[in-house]
């Protein structure tokens, strides 16, 4: 049997200060000892030759000097595109797209300890069996098979796909608490994506960093427009799994991203505006979770960080270890688990969308109408959607909610409603009409 030569080691200083340099049309990236990459500008290069390498400057009869050589070596040989986080991948170099980047990612999730024996993590596992609503152990079985998916995955070095949660429930549950100092360490961090999730920024680096990313009811308050924009980014970002991200100063890059939105509220109705809307296909890929009214004992911060960062890896091993009925998984290849919405979220999903408030606007409207003429024999009648705002618009207590209801949106919204309120629709005259059913509501 042929044995395996050992690598020759590398003895041109050339070679060896080029060997960990990397170049990105911009700037040179360097193995650091605890960053695991730094960019560097051109004299910061040089002087990291010059110091770190012992190499010399000097251009001997008007030729390239050692660092010039390095330089060039590096810009021809070690070209990348730029320099990425990709979460929880062990690689330092990857081909994405047929483009060569260098991985700057530094998070790591928490190791599991040997042991998965609940006595070693008795608030966590206490609080993981009584904090849901009914039905406790369908949701239960949902949300750990979740966990256990996404953080498997996560230690493995190869992320895998899966849904993002909502987390619903009353205040002083520990909501927040699960999203950043269970979820979000055992992860190894997480970052706030509300701005970006609402289209008000794209430098967005710092959630490229992290798997999880936060976002809470206080940042739930939309217009219909960034309510669009925040439900297609959470399709968009389960489906795609890629993120686009745009550092100052920096190249841009899309790299793929594998990881999950963590949104929590409390349960009132301004709350619940965070839910997205469930429609358009978004609905495999989130889950929609509720809590009960019990709520956990918690210490002041400092020791309730403390007790949560001692029980983690010892429930995250018996996390690994734990098996989920059968039901909870899927065959279908992307997510492994199955969706998991909570009946009454559902509902509060619905009445939040826009088409809900129109359809108790017209049902108000037909109302109304019956009641000033009484003896009207018209049952229908055709408008466009100028002429349906200026209708609506003569009642007062319209004229606010008429404000969320752009023409777009008056159209999109009309086209969502059942024939108890659109009998049918016609292009006339070039124009798109409504046939309004005008009988007074049953």
Same mark, same amino acid.
């Given at each position: 049997?042929?044995?395996?030569?050992?690598?020759?080691?590398?003895?041109?200083?050339?070679?060896?200060?080029?060997?960990?340099?990397?170049?990105?049309?911009?700037?040179?990236?360097?193995?650091?000892?605890?960053?695991?990459?730094?960019?560097?500008?051109?004299?910061?290069?040089?002087? &990291?030759? *010059?110091?770190?390498?012992?190499?010399?400057?000097?251009?001997?009869?008007?030729?390239?000097?050692?660092?010039?050589?390095? &330089?060039?070596?590096?810009?021809?040989? !070690?070209?990348?595109?730029?320099?990425?986080?990709?979460?929880?991948?062990? @690689?330092?170099?990857?081909?994405?797209?047929?483009?060569?980047?260098?991985?700057?990612?530094?998070?790591?999730?928490?190791?599991?300890?040997?042991?998965?024996?609940?006595?070693?993590?008795?608030?966590?596992?206490?609080?993981?069996?009584?904090?849901?609503?009914?039905?406790?152990?369908?949701?239960?079985?949902?949300?750990?098979?979740?966990? $256990? !998916?996404?953080?498997?995955? +996560?230690?493995?070095? @190869?992320?895998? +796909? %899966?849904?993002?949660?909502?987390?619903?429930?009353?205040?002083?549950?520990?909501?927040?608490?699960?999203?950043?100092?269970?979820?979000?360490?055992?992860?190894? %961090?997480?970052?706030?994506?509300?701005?970006?999730?609402?289209?008000?920024?794209?430098?967005?680096?710092?959630?490229?960093?992290?798997?999880?990313?936060? =976002?809470?009811?206080?940042?739930?308050?939309?217009?219909?427009?960034?309510? =669009?924009?925040?439900?297609?980014?959470?399709? /968009?970002?389960?489906?795609?799994?890629?993120?686009?991200?745009?550092?100052?100063? =920096?190249?841009?890059?899309?790299?793929?991203?594998?990881?999950?939105?963590?949104?929590?509220?409390?349960?009132?109705? @301004?709350?619940?505006?965070?839910?997205?809307?469930? *429609?358009?296909?978004?609905?495999?890929?989130? =889950?929609?979770?509720?809590?009960?009214?019990?709520?956990?004992?918690?210490?002041?911060?400092?020791?309730?960080?403390?007790?949560?960062?001692?029980?983690?890896?010892?429930?995250? *091993?018996?996390?690994?270890?734990?098996?989920?009925?059968?039901?909870?998984? /899927?065959?279908?290849?992307?997510?492994?688990? #199955?969706?998991?919405? !909570?009946?009454?979220?559902? %509902?509060?999903?619905?009445?939040?969308? /826009?088409?809900?408030?129109?359809?108790?606007?017209?049902?108000?409207?037909?109302? #109304?109408?019956?009641?000033?003429?009484?003896?009207?024999?018209?049952?229908?009648?055709?408008?466009?959607?100028?002429?349906? @705002?200026?209708?609506?618009? $003569?009642?007062?207590?319209?004229?606010?909610?008429?404000?969320?209801?752009?023409?777009?949106?008056?159209?999109?919204?009309?086209?969502?409603?059942?024939?108890?309120?659109?009998?049918?629709?016609?292009?006339?005259? #070039?124009?798109?009409?409504?046939?309004?059913?005008?009988? *007074?509501?049953?």
């Amino acid at each position: 049997m042929r044995k395996k030569l050992k690598p020759v080691p590398k003895t041109n200083p050339i070679d060896i200060a080029s060997e960990n340099l990397y170049f990105d049309g911009k700037y040179f990236w360097h193995r650091h000892a605890t960053q695991r990459w730094e960019y560097l500008s051109v004299d910061s290069s040089g002087r &990291l030759l *010059r110091v770190t390498y012992r190499l010399s400057g000097r251009r001997p009869k008007n030729l390239a000097s050692q660092i010039d050589l390095v &330089l060039r070596k590096v810009e021809n040989d !070690h070209r990348i595109a730029a320099g990425a986080p990709f979460v929880h991948d062990a @690689r330092d170099l990857i081909t994405y797209r047929g483009e060569v980047y260098l991985n700057t990612s530094t998070v790591k999730p928490i190791s599991p300890a040997d042991s998965g024996d609940p006595a070693k993590f008795p608030w966590l596992h206490n609080y993981f069996n009584k904090i849901w609503a009914e039905p406790t152990e369908k949701q239960r079985n949902h949300y750990l098979a979740w966990f $256990q !998916h996404f953080y498997g995955s +996560a230690l493995s070095g @190869r992320m895998l +796909a %899966g849904q993002h949660v909502v987390d619903a429930g009353p205040t002083g549950q520990g909501k927040t608490c699960t999203s950043r100092r269970i979820v979000g360490d055992a992860l190894g %961090g997480y970052a706030s994506a509300a701005n970006f999730l609402k289209g008000q920024t794209v430098f967005n680096h710092e959630c490229a960093r992290f798997a999880v990313w936060t =976002m809470d009811d206080e940042d739930g308050t939309f217009t219909w427009e960034q309510r =669009m924009t925040f439900s297609n980014s959470l399709k /968009s970002s389960a489906a795609n799994q890629e993120v686009r991200c745009e550092p100052k100063f =920096m190249n841009a890059f899309t790299i793929p991203w594998f990881g999950r939105v963590y949104l929590t509220c409390n349960v009132d109705v @301004r709350s619940l505006h965070i839910l997205p809307d469930m *429609r358009g296909g978004i609905a495999d890929k989130i =889950m929609l979770f509720r809590r009960g009214d019990w709520k956990p004992e918690f210490l002041d911060r400092d020791a309730n960080e403390q007790r949560i960062k001692d029980e983690l890896p010892y429930f995250l *091993r018996w996390l690994l270890e734990w098996k989920p009925p059968a039901y909870v998984l /899927s065959n279908e290849p992307r997510f492994k688990i #199955n969706p998991y919405h !909570h009946p009454s979220l559902v %509902g509060a999903a619905r009445a939040s969308a /826009s088409e809900t408030r129109l359809q108790e606007m017209l049902h108000e409207w037909r109302e #109304n109408r019956a009641s000033i003429e009484p003896n009207c024999t018209l049952t229908e009648k055709w408008f466009t959607v100028t002429a349906l @705002r200026a209708e609506l618009s $003569q009642e007062p207590s319209f004229r606010d909610a008429l404000r969320e209801f752009s023409r777009d949106r008056m159209r999109e919204a009309l086209e969502e409603l059942g024939t108890e309120h659109v009998i049918r629709t016609r292009i006339h005259n #070039n124009t798109q009409q409504y046939l309004m059913n005008l009988r *007074r509501p049953a």
